[in-house]
């Protein structure tokens, strides 16, 4: 964790993910972020041997995230094109 903080990076809490992982939560460096005031978040979690990962990598149940992120933007895309008309 202290290597993170030299490197730059912000600890900024941790949460239990609804895998069951612990994540712990990290602002990437400024020079990272997209836009001002604006901070990229870092989800890690700790492995056994005291590695950190990110949580992504690790998750037992990323696909059904990903397929969710996916079905709610497609949902807001579908939204902001009735709005057009």
């Known amino acids: 964790m202290t290597e993170l903080e030299l490197a730059g990076y912000e600890y900024a809490g941790e949460k239990t993910c609804r895998c069951g992982g612990r ?7 400024k020079s990272e972020w997209k836009r001002p ?3 990229k978040w870092v989800p890690l979690t700790i492995l056994k041997d005291s590695r950190f990962v990110l949580h992504h990598s690790v998750c037992k149940r990323i696909e059904e995230f990903r397929r ?4 709610r933007e497609q949902r807001a895309e ?8």
């Open 68 to 71: 969710l992120k996916k079905e």
């Open 37 to 39: 005031r604006n901070p």
């Open 23 to 29: 994540i712990i939560w990290f602002w990437a460096p």
């Open 78 to 85: 579908e939204k902001r094109q009735r709005s057009l008309f």
